[in-house]
């Protein structure tokens, strides 16, 4: 039997209750009819890369139902999007076609962006967990704030994607719990099962994306997904959570995940001239132990540290750095990003800035982990990664990261560094030390607000 844990935060007022309700399937279908007015709506709402939107799950088209969010007050943005400058101005409400929009800040709020932020930062392969399928929960709410509809001349979010729902309260969070394991060590193996498009095709592997309807490619893309299932002894269930259709150069690409992570499939058909098929399998198995929403009754929450050489940039150095991007003078802009990091790195030791990355970052997470009152668990060093610079660039980026063995906890050190064509065995020029982070997630126990709404 499956469990799942469901926390709910619920707060009303008078004026909260005075905005209109609206479905959100209606509001999709008469934008413009809500054009610039203040409602109330009720959906599942998701939080990722260039996406922070809210749509309801029994629309007939789903996909059309999708509204982009953001805050009132001075909230920050909650996605990294295109395009534009997304930042808040302190102690400043958002402002948007004339219209002063605040936020109520209460614990539903609190709660709300909690679950919506909290995910798994390694998926049990050790590879990052960047998607919807990496969340602890899954998020619906009621919303009350102003709407902004999408038309020829204007749109908001990602590339201005969607029309715009601007919060000022939040209401009636629900948070389900997902199969997503809450830390754990797991060992992991891959089978491959590689072929010639046209032997795949006639085991009944094609998916029919080239040579049929929409509706073909559809049923096609999930029958091949059970079969390929099937194959390993395995009999899945395809949702929008677990399963994804794509193209990509030319091929078929259709993979399945399931909802703890555990196991994966992945196939590649290839219908360019190498027309050639690649399946993946991966399966995790527990060896150490994780919390799941049945064993653990408790929240997950994820909190980010960080310190940047940007931060200490004055408002003088912003607006010189942007002329100098507008005026084309990018070896000036870049000289300024490196003095400043030059001097942040001065006010953090200097023992580290002749070593090498992974071994001068490992040194400073030291130091700032004492100050973020942190204990470094055991931590698994991933990669340094060099960008070496741009034909109108002289520094190197160098960004190295460390992971926990439990994929809940990463850590990341960047540096520049100027690029030199030395002779070999020559001295490296010293690092800049640019930035520094932390993603810690874990589970504690519910604090006396939920325990008394559990009762």
């Given at each position: 039997?499956?469990?799942?844990?469901v926390l709910?935060?619920s707060g009303?007022c008078?004026?909260?209750?005075a905005?209109?309700?609206?479905d959100?399937?209606?509001l999709?279908?008469?934008?413009?009819?809500?054009?610039?007015?203040?409602i109330?709506i009720r959906?599942?709402v998701?939080?990722?890369?260039e996406n922070?939107s809210?749509?309801?799950?029994d629309?007939?088209h789903?996909?059309?139902s999708?509204?982009?969010?953001t805050?009132?007050g001075?909230?920050p943005e909650?996605?990294?999007?295109?395009?534009?400058d997304?930042s808040?101005?302190?102690h400043?409400?958002?402002v948007?076609?004339?219209?002063t929009?605040?936020?109520?800040?209460n614990?539903?709020?609190?709660?709300?962006?909690?679950?919506?932020?909290a995910?798994?930062?390694r998926m049990?392969n050790?590879?990052p967990?960047?998607?919807?399928?990496c969340?602890?929960?899954r998020?619906t709410?009621?919303?009350?704030?102003?709407?902004?509809a999408r038309?020829?001349?204007?749109g908001?979010?990602?590339l201005?994607?969607?029309?715009l729902?601007?919060?000022?309260?939040v209401?009636?969070?629900d948070?389900?719990?997902?199969?997503?394991?809450?830390?754990?060590?797991?060992e992991?193996?891959?089978?491959?099962?590689d072929?010639?498009?046209d032997?795949?095709?006639?085991?009944?592997?094609?998916?029919h994306?080239?040579?049929?309807?929409?509706?073909?490619?559809?049923a096609?893309s999930?029958?091949?997904?059970?079969?390929?299932?099937?194959h390993?002894?395995?009999?899945?269930e395809?949702t929008?959570q677990t399963f994804?259709h794509s193209m990509d150069?030319?091929?078929d690409v259709?993979t399945?995940?399931?909802q703890d992570?555990?196991t994966?499939?992945?196939?590649r058909g290839d219908?360019?001239?190498?027309k050639?098929?690649?399946?993946?399998?991966?399966?995790?198995s527990?060896?150490?132990?994780?919390r799941t929403?049945?064993?653990?009754?408790?929240?997950?929450?994820c909190e980010e540290?960080?310190l940047s050489?940007?931060?200490r940039?004055?408002?003088?150095?912003?607006?010189?750095?942007?002329?100098?991007?507008?005026?084309?003078?990018?070896?000036?802009?870049?000289?300024l990003?490196a003095d400043r990091a030059?001097?942040f790195?001065?006010?953090?030791?200097?023992?580290?800035?002749?070593?090498?990355p992974?071994e001068?970052?490992?040194?400073?997470?030291?130091?700032?982990?004492?100050?973020w009152?942190?204990?470094l668990p055991?931590l698994r060093?991933e990669?340094?990664e060099e960008?070496?610079?741009?034909p109108?660039?002289?520094?190197m980026?160098?960004?190295?990261?460390?992971?926990?063995?439990?994929?809940?906890?990463?850590?990341?050190?960047?540096?520049?560094?100027?690029?030199?064509?030395?002779?070999?065995?020559?001295?490296?020029?010293e690092?800049?030390?640019?930035g520094?982070?932390a993603?810690i997630?874990?589970?504690?126990?519910?604090?006396?607000?939920?325990a008394g709404l559990r009762?």
């Open positions: 039997m499956m469990i799942v844990l709910s935060i009303t008078a004026w909260a209750r905005a209109q309700d609206v959100l399937c209606t999709k279908l008469n934008s413009a009819k809500f054009d610039g007015q203040r109330r959906g599942t998701s939080l990722g890369f922070f809210i749509a309801a799950i629309c007939s789903p996909i059309a999708y509204i982009w969010l805050f009132g001075d909230f909650q996605a990294v999007y295109c395009c534009g997304h808040r101005r302190k400043q409400d958002l948007i076609q004339g219209r929009i605040p936020l109520k800040r614990a539903a709020l609190e709660w709300f962006v909690q679950a919506l932020n995910s798994r930062n049990p050790g590879e967990c960047e998607n919807e399928s969340k602890f929960y998020v709410a009621s919303l009350t704030g102003w709407f902004f038309n020829t001349e204007r908001f979010g990602h201005g994607c969607c029309s729902f601007a919060i000022e309260r209401e009636d969070v948070a389900e719990r997902t199969l997503v394991p809450a830390g754990g060590q797991f992991c193996h891959k089978e491959t099962w072929m010639e498009t032997k795949a095709e006639r085991l009944g592997l094609s998916t994306c080239w040579d049929g309807t929409p509706a073909q490619c559809e096609g999930r029958s091949v997904m059970k079969q390929i299932a099937a390993w002894g395995k009999e899945i395809l929008e994804r150069l030319g091929a259709l399945w995940q399931s992570l555990l994966s499939f992945r196939m219908h360019t001239e190498e050639t098929t690649s399946i993946t399998a991966e399966m995790c527990l060896v150490a132990p994780v929403a049945a064993s653990s009754p408790e929240q997950i929450s540290h960080s050489a940007r931060d940039w004055s408002n003088a150095d912003i607006e010189n750095f942007n002329s100098l991007i507008e005026k084309g003078q990018y070896v000036a802009a870049e000289q990003d030059n001097d790195s001065e006010s953090q030791g200097q023992a580290w800035r002749a070593q090498q992974n001068a970052g490992m040194n400073i997470l030291r130091r700032h982990a004492r100050k009152q942190l204990s055991w060093f990669k340094c960008n070496p610079p741009l109108e660039q002289r520094y980026r160098i960004a190295c990261s460390w992971a926990s063995g439990d994929g809940m906890q990463t850590f990341g050190v960047s540096f520049m560094r100027l690029a030199t064509k030395g002779e070999e065995g020559a001295k490296s020029p690092l800049l030390l640019s520094i982070g993603r997630c874990g589970a504690t126990k519910l604090n006396n607000l939920d009762q």
